[in-house]
C-alpha cells in the first residue's frame, strides 16, 4: 500500500509539474528603452492651418537634456481671408484684434527641454523663446460699419510687427525606430509692437465717413497677451551616439 501511494503521488507530482519540467516558462520580456542620445529633424503639424511652416532640430545629451533650434516661415493664404468685394475682410473695428492669413515672415525659435523616459514614451517639459518678423504690404480690408447698417469701407493698409514669445512647453513623444511623433502643449506671454499704416480708405458715404472710422495716417500698437500654444510634431532620428 505504501508502495502504491508513493508511485500515485509521484505520478501525480509529475503531471503537476512535467511541463515545468520539460517547458521551462519563458523570462520576462525586458523592454529595452532606446537610447534618447543624439540629434533629430522634425515639423509642427499642427502649425500649417496656421500658415506657420518651421522646420525643428533638435540635439539630445546624456539621455537627460534636449537642445533645440526651429526656423520657418510664414506665408499669407487664402484660406483665413474670405475675401469679400476685394478686401480680405473680417478685421476687427479694434485694432487689437490681428487680421488673419495676411501675413508673411520669419520665425526662430530657441528651446531647452528635460527629458523623462518611460516604458512607453518619454515626456518633456522646459523653456522656449519665439522671435517672428512679420509684415503685409499694399492689401485691402472691408469693414461694416454705422449703427450695424452694412455700409462697407475699405481701407489699405502696410504693417510691420515683431513678436516675442516666452513660453512653457509640455509634452510626450514616442518612437518607432527612427520615427518620432508627439505632441505639446505651452502657455506664456507675448509680446507684440505693430507698425500700421492706412495709406488709402473709401466709401459710398465719402472720404469723410471712411476716415471716422479708419483714418489715414500711421499707428503704433504695443501689447502685452497671453498666449497657448499646441503642437503636433513628427520627425525622424538622424543620428544617434
Request: glycine content about 10%; charged content about 20%; hydrophobic content about 35%.
Amino acid at each position: 500500500m505504501k508502495y502504491g501511494f508513493a508511485v500515485i503521488s509521484f505520478l501525480i507530482f509529475f503531471s503537476a509539474h512535467a511541463q515545468r519540467l520539460f517547458y521551462p516558462p519563458p523570462e520576462p520580456k525586458t523592454i529595452v528603452k532606446p537610447s534618447l542620445n543624439g540629434s533629430a529633424l522634425s515639423i509642427n503639424i499642427f502649425g500649417i492651418p496656421f500658415n506657420d511652416f518651421s522646420v525643428y532640430y533638435e540635439v539630445t545629451r546624456n539621455e537627460k537634456k534636449r537642445y533645440g533650434i526651429s526656423g520657418g516661415y510664414m506665408i499669407a493664404f487664402n484660406w483665413w481671408r474670405g475675401k469679400q468685394d476685394g478686401g480680405t475682410g473680417g478685421i476687427e473695428v479694434d485694432d487689437d484684434r490681428i487680421p488673419l492669413g495676411v501675413y508673411n515672415g520669419p520665425e526662430l525659435r530657441l528651446y531647452y527641454m528635460a527629458l523623462k523616459q518611460k516604458p512607453d514614451r518619454v515626456t518633456f517639459n522646459g523653456p522656449q523663446l519665439l522671435f517672428k518678423y512679420l509684415f503685409y504690404n499694399n492689401t485691402t480690408f472691408i469693414d461694416f460699419q454705422k449703427s450695424g447698417e452694412a455700409i462697407p469701407v475699405w481701407f489699405t493698409r502696410n504693417e510691420t510687427a515683431y513678436v516675442i514669445d516666452a513660453e512653457w512647453l509640455l509634452g510626450n513623444e514616442y518612437y518607432e525606430g527612427n520615427l518620432i511623433y508627439g505632441y505639446y502643449f505651452g502657455f506664456g506671454l507675448r509680446y507684440r509692437i505693430r507698425y500700421v499704416s492706412t495709406i488709402h480708405n473709401y466709401s459710398e458715404e465719402g472720404t469723410l465717413f471712411a476716415n471716422s472710422f479708419r483714418p489715414v495716417g500711421n499707428k503704433t500698437i504695443a501689447q502685452f497677451i497671453p498666449v497657448i500654444n499646441f503642437g503636433f510634431k513628427f520627425g525622424v532620428r538622424l543620428k544617434k551616439k
